[in-house]
């Protein structure tokens, strides 16, 4: 059995994620926490988020979890969802500037077309762009549940496995060594956001 830790951090509605991961992982220990001791001995790392980012950043930093969390993207499997992609990036349009964890040289920007609607919410297409364990069994332009008002901007193309058109194309599914995240809400997606879930508790 292994335990996958779900950043808690106050915000949003992470119980959903849980409930989720439980249902494709019934066999492993899914725990809620803000502990860095627990995030640190846990196999693999859940960082769900919705929200402003400068609020997450503020809540990270009061339970000092910032550093925890960094160390987990060099040593096992982390999927972020949603905020958990955009707090990848070096800086962000939210908040007047809102500083990110670096992980990925980049920014997060909004949308800025007049004639969208914002927040993109809904479902939409997820275009593979290229291979990755955790597309296992899901169809590409498969259709995954988003809510956002702002999308990445990776500085180096390379880390984008997936893509989303809204306006124009974004990235909306990254991967870098153990790291994988994504725009979309695989929690909310059905069928397919439960395998993507099922494939990263597998993924090695």
Partial sequence: MQRIAIVDYGMGN??????ALEFVAPNDNCVLTNDPGIIRDSDRVVFPGQGAMGSCMTALESNSLIDEIKLSFESKPFLGICLGLQLLFDYSEENNGTKGLSIIPGKVIKFKNS???IPHMGWNNVNQVSEHPLWHKITNNSRFYSVHSYYVKPANEDCVI???NYGHEFASAIALDKVFAVQFHPEKSQSDGLQLLRNFVSWS
Avoid: A
């Fill in 162 to 164: 997936g893509t989303t």
């Fill in 14 to 19: 992470i119980r959903s994620v849980q409930k």
């Fill in 115 to 117: 004639n969208l609607k």
